[in-house]
Nanobody
Framework: VQLQASGGGLVQAVGSLRLSCAAS???????????MGWFRQVPGKEREFVAA????????DFADSVKGRFTISRDNNKNTVYLQMNSLKPEDTAIYSC??????????????????WGQGTQVTVSS
């Protein structure tokens, strides 16, 4: 399974960005069987959970630091998951990566839950 994240860039504080993550691959089965997550990492710090979404999008979870500002959605027809980021803050600056797991949704905030990872896209928020 390959995950390709895109949509990062430089934005001013209180601005918005939408990240996309497209899934593909020779061994890829059905996108709707995968829970999807977004994580972020700043150099020198551990990767942290941002958001997750269940197989068909009926359940979502967010880190406390992004609740009310970020939303996660998915289009199973396009094998794509999105992260809409609004009211961005400088502390949101990080490399954002998407991840997939063909597992149950419980514990979706845990890095160890996920089997496949994308390469990441840089998000930089200026003050």
């Amino acid at each position: 399974v390959q995950l390709q994240a895109s949509g990062g860039g430089l934005v001013q504080a209180v601005g918005s960005l939408r990240l996309s993550c497209a899934a593909s691959g020779r061994t890829f089965s059905t996108f709707s069987r995968y829970i999807m997550g977004w994580f972020r990492q700043v150099p020198g710090k551990e990767r942290e959970f941002v958001a997750a979404i269940s197989w068909r999008g009926s359940s979502t979870d967010f880190a406390d630091s992004v609740k009310g500002r970020f939303t996660i959605s998915r289009d199973n027809n396009k094998n794509t998951v999105y992260l809409q980021m609004n009211s961005l803050k400088p502390e949101d600056t990080a490399i954002y990566s998407c991840a997939a797991a063909e597992r149950s949704y419980g514990g979706s905030y845990r890095l160890a839950k996920y089997d496949y990872w994308g390469q990441g896209t840089q998000v930089t928020v200026s003050s």
